[in-house]
């Protein structure tokens, strides 16, 4: 059964930034896309980035497209945000998930779910 465990939110000013870690259990991870998204409160979960099993592929939302980077290492099954530029609006509980290998930008395209972690990002 694959686990997947996020860690690295916190506090942070405007500004700032943060790295999120995702590190999975499983033999398969290397194959399998990845996706992150995120979660405010009173708000539907939001598709942040994906990155393909290689991890020569990745695509993002439009509100974070150039100040999030979605990225993996295979060999320690863990994928990896680091988010640039923090704002109030990027506050939200963050989720790593796996792919089921379709709909790369809805949740239902997705699998297994971490815990989340959380991220605050004061004015």
């Known amino acids: 059964q694959v686990q997947l465990v996020e860690s690295g939110g916190g506090l942070v000013q405007a500004g700032g930034s943060l790295r999120l870690s995702c590190a999975a259990s499983?033999?398969?991870?290397?194959?399998?896309?990845m996706g992150w998204f995120r979660q405010a409160p009173g708000k539907e979960r939001e598709f942040i980035a994906r990155i393909s099993g290689g991890g020569s592929s990745t695509y993002y939302a439009d509100s974070v497209k150039g100040r999030f980077t979605i990225s993996r290492d295979n060999a320690k099954n863990t994928v990896y945000l680091q988010m640039n530029s923090l704002q109030p609006e990027d506050t939200a509980v963050y989720y790593c998930?796996?792919?089921?290998?379709?709909?790369?930008?809805?949740?239902?395209?997705?699998?297994?779910w971490g815990q989340g972690t959380q991220v605050t990002v004061s004015s």
């Open positions: 499983g033999r398969t991870f290397s194959s399998v896309a």
């Open positions: 998930a796996r792919s089921r290998g379709y709909l790369y930008t809805e949740d239902r395209g997705y699998d297994v």
